[in-house]
C-alpha cells in the first residue's frame, strides 16, 4: 500500500521555524514527485512546494517563496520542509502527496501554527 506520513508539525512564533518530514513507503520513491500542499478549514487544499524525483528540480508558491525550502532524501524515502520566517498566514495543516498511476495519494496531515 501507498503511505505518506507528514509529521513535525507544531505550535511556533512568528518568525520562527519547523521542519516538516514525510515518510513514505509502498512505491518506489525515487521516480515519484512529492508534493506539499496546505490546507486551512473552509479553504481549498493549496500547492505549497514540490521536488521532482532525483531532487534537481522544485518548485514553490510565491507565499513561501524564500522561506521555505524543499528536499528528498531518496536512500531514506524521505521528503522534508525546511520552514523559516513563519508567518500566522501559514497556519495550517500540511500534507505530502505523490501521484501514482493517475491517482493522487495523501497522508494524513501535520498541524501547523504560528502564533503573532
Known amino acids: 500500500d501507498v503511505q505518506l506520513q507528514a509529521s513535525g508539525g507544531g505550535l511556533v512564533q512568528a518568525g520562527g521555524s519547523l521542519r516538516l518530514s514525510c515518510a513514505a513507503s509502498?512505491?518506489?520513491?525515487?521516480?515519484?514527485?512529492i508534493g506539499w500542499f496546505r490546507q486551512v478549514p473552509g479553504k481549498e487544499r493549496e500547492g505549497v512546494s514540490c521536488i521532482s524525483r532525483l531532487d534537481d528540480s522544485t518548485y514553490y508558491a510565491t507565499s513561501v517563496k524564500a522561506r521555505f525550502t524543499v528536499s528528498r532524501d531518496n536512500s531514506k524515502n524521505m521528503v522534508y520542509l525546511q520552514m523559516n520566517s513563519l508567518k500566522p498566514e501559514d497556519t495550517a495543516v500540511y500534507y505530502c502527496?505523490?501521484?501514482?498511476?493517475?491517482?493522487?495519494?495523501w497522508g494524513k496531515g501535520t498541524q501547523v501554527t504560528v502564533s503573532s
Open positions: 502527496n505523490t501521484r501514482l498511476n493517475g491517482m493522487n495519494y
Open positions: 509502498g512505491f518506489t520513491f525515487d521516480d515519484y514527485v
